[in-house]
């Protein structure tokens, strides 16, 4: 059973920056697709940014030029640097890791992003 913690959300005023973390349980991000989903309340969770195992990466148009996914793999740690933060990146983020061999999903719990003066 693959197990992600999340770690680094909390509360930013506009224009700040943010950086989260998601630590995964697994032998190698090199069979694990990883990304990061967001759900703000009322609405459906969406995807953020997502890295593949072979460390390609793709951001939701509404963060592009902001948010940078990256990746440790000797750490099996992946990485969200959120900059020039906006009210509406408010949400609660999730970290996901889906299998490459097996295409089983895994979700971390989530942290909360509040953006706000």
């Known amino acids: 059973q693959v197990q992600l913690v999340e770690s680094g959300g909390g509360l930013v005023q506009p224009g700040g920056s943010l950086r989260l973390s998601c630590t995964a349980s697994?032998?190698?991000?090199?069979?694990?697709?990883m990304g990061w989903y967001r759900q703000a309340p009322g609405k459906q969770r969406e995807l953020v940014a997502r890295?593949?195992?072979?460390?390609?990466?793709n951001y939701a148009d509404s963060v592009k030029g902001r948010f940078t996914i990256s990746r440790d793999v000797a750490k099996t740690l992946v990485s969200l640097q959120m900059n020039n933060l906006k009210p509406a990146d408010t949400a609660v983020y999730y970290c996901?890791?889906?299998?490459?061999?097996?295409?089983?999903?895994?979700w971390g719990k989530g942290t909360l992003v509040t953006v706000s003066s």
């Open positions: 996901n890791a889906q299998s490459v061999i097996t295409a089983i999903n895994y």
């Open positions: 697994v032998l190698s991000l090199n069979v694990y697709d």
């Open positions: 890295i593949s195992s072979g460390g390609t990466t």
